[in-house]
């Protein structure tokens, strides 16, 4: 199975937003992206339009070719534009405006009777719906009894560990998000993971043969101000494929 690359745009809006006007434009970092081997395009359209717009989607909805994968918050706001737009998919994520990126994954246990209309309603749709979860079992379970096809694995505890260098913590949660992924995909469940994944940590995670795909953002955009766009994801779509060969 090929490990498909979603490619997260939402920090070249940043760099827009922080200056104002047009430059640099997310759609076209979107066309470089699929040029250079991604095989999605992610985009977050937050509450407080802090980096992606409105506009983004429209325009990303109307122009790119690959799947649009939109991350949003569980809100009548945001079900309403994502059932306005279609995008092929919707990753249902935790958002608290004080936080200056995703901090943890989505409770779906705790969250039940609030999720599942928003999951029916997408699902009806034909949009394909994503819990963005910890690796736990508990949550698993939740997003399988949901009727998620989809969830993400987050690896953001991972990824701190192996740039803090502490090594026996690493594997500990390496090995939880291994037994994650074995988990999701004995319950049905299509398995994602992503968050914080460089090209120093990814291997690992790629390797794991129960995940399907993995989304990528930060460190691509962070790394395509020293190298360009397109050679950053060329070598991070390698060492993906390098692991899971």
């Known amino acids: 199975m090929t490990l498909r690359l979603g490619v997260n745009i939402d920090h070249v809006a940043t760099v827009r937003n922080a200056r104002g006007g047009a430059h640099p434009d997310p759609l076209l970092a979107a066309k470089v992206a699929a040029d250079a081997g991604a095989d999605g395009i992610t985009a977050h359209l937050r509450e407080d339009r802090r980096h992606i717009t ?3 989607i429209a325009a990303l909805s109307e122009t790119i070719a690959l799947p649009l994968n939109l991350e949003m918050a569980a809100t009548d706001e945001m079900l309403s534009i994502a059932l306005h737009y279609r995008p092929h ?9 004080q936080e200056r990126t995703t901090e943890g994954g989505l409770d779906a246990v705790g969250q039940h009777n609030h999720l599942a209309p ?3 309603r997408l699902g009806e749709a034909s949009i394909r719906v994503s819990l963005f979860i910890e690796p736990d079992p508990a949550q698993l379970r939740a997003a399988a009894m949901l009727g998620a096809p989809v969830v ?4 953001g505890a991972y990824a701190h560990a192996v740039l803090d260098g502490d090594a026996a913590r690493t594997e500990r949660l390496l090995a939880r998000i291994r037994d994650a ?3 999701g995909a004995d319950l049905g469940l299509e398995v994602h993971a992503g968050h914080g994944l460089t090209f120093d940590n990814v291997k690992p995670i790629a390797g794991i043969p129960e995940i399907h795909e ?8 962070g790394e395509a101000i020293f190298t360009g766009l ?4 060329r070598r991070m779509r390698r060492l993906m494929d390098e692991a899971r060969a």
């Not at 998919?89 to 405006?97: D, G, H, L, S």
């Not at 993400?152 to 690896?155: F, G, K, W």
């Open 118 to 120: 928003i999951i029916r």
């Open 230 to 233: 397109d050679p950053a994801i």
């Open 54 to 56: 409105d506009a983004d």
């Open 152 to 155: 993400e694995l987050h690896t």
């Open 89 to 97: 998919a919707a990753c249902i994520v935790p958002e608290r405006r």
């Open 181 to 183: 992924a074995r988990i």
């Open 214 to 221: 993995l989304n990528i953002g930060h460190f691509l955009i």
